[in-house]
């Protein structure tokens, strides 16, 4: 598979469907409700059949799962994983911190992603071995070597009635070590900034391999380190994440294990 051509598609998709986004930024025609404070939009179901759409007419043969309309199937072994809007709550209060995040992968492994915010204009992007880039030029994670050095991320689950104990705990005890945390409600963007130094680890749980496959291939092309809450190695099908600078990484393993007070 030739992943420059994989790379040109994704990138004319997201562009596609940023545009959906930024012109529909505060006049949004319908916002329902999927879960407890899970929204879906006009502009995501928009956006998302613009960047299928486009996948679609170079690659007709390639599954794809996206957030919103599911599984379509194809005969390839390729898929592609595609969050049209990423940070829907923000989007819906015209807080423009949100992302498109494609990723493509050959069976379980991540061969490319890319994550664009519509508003700012970046770029993230990574092919397997070949390094993350930033609107082109390369980006890596942050020197930073103790969890006290550090700018951390987090989110928080649309449904904060289960586990509620275990994800204060969590927050709690890396707020005392850390030198700030951050919450801004997208974690394609979270992870991204993970991968370019901005933040030097991020955590959460209860997410959908759309919000993290493209996310976790540039955090881990940038020098970073991503894997589950017990050290495991994450897959695009995993449902809590870690992704550090490296660096911190055992130490925000031992904050982030409940019940560890």
Not at 46 to 55: D, Q
Not at 79 to 101: C, E, I, K, M
Not at 144 to 159: H, I, K, Q
Not at 248 to 255: F, K, S, V
Request: a negative charge; proline letters at 4%; glycine letters at 10%.
């Amino acid at each position: 598979m030739d992943l420059d051509q994989v790379m040109r598609v994704a990138t004319s998709a997201a562009y596609r469907g940023a545009e959906v986004l930024r012109t529909r930024l505060g006049n949004v025609s319908r916002v329902d409700p999927k879960g407890p404070n899970d929204l879906v939009t006009d502009a995501d179901i928009a956006s998302e059949n613009e960047i299928i759409a486009t996948i679609r007419a170079s690659f007709p043969d390639h599954a794809i799962i996206a957030e919103e309309s599911g599984r379509r199937e194809g005969n390839s072994g390729y898929r592609w994983l595609v969050d049209p809007l990423d940070g829907t709550v923000n989007y819906v209060h015209q807080l423009p911190f949100v992302a498109v995040s494609i990723a493509f992968a050959r069976e379980d492994e991540m061969l490319a992603g890319l994550v664009l915010n519509p508003f700012s204009g970046e770029l993230f992007s990574a092919q397997a071995g070949r390094g993350a880039r930033l609107n082109g030029k390369p980006i890596g994670v942050s020197p930073a070597a103790r969890v006290s050095e550090s700018l951390l991320a987090t989110g928080f689950p649309y449904d904060r009635t289960r586990d509620f104990d275990a994800l204060a705990q969590r927050f709690l005890r890396c707020l005392r070590a850390a030198r700030g945390i951050r919450r801004f409600g997208a974690a394609a963007l979270d992870l991204c900034f993970v991968a370019c130094g901005r933040f030097a680890g991020y955590w959460e749980q209860d997410l959908k391999p759309w919000d993290t496959a493209a996310g976790a291939l540039i955090v881990r092309e940038a020098g970073g380190t991503v894997t589950d809450f017990s050290s495991r190695p994450f897959g695009a099908d995993g449902s809590e994440i870690l992704a550090t600078n490296g660096r911190i990484h055992r130490e925000m393993l031992t904050l982030i294990e409940v019940g560890n007070d």
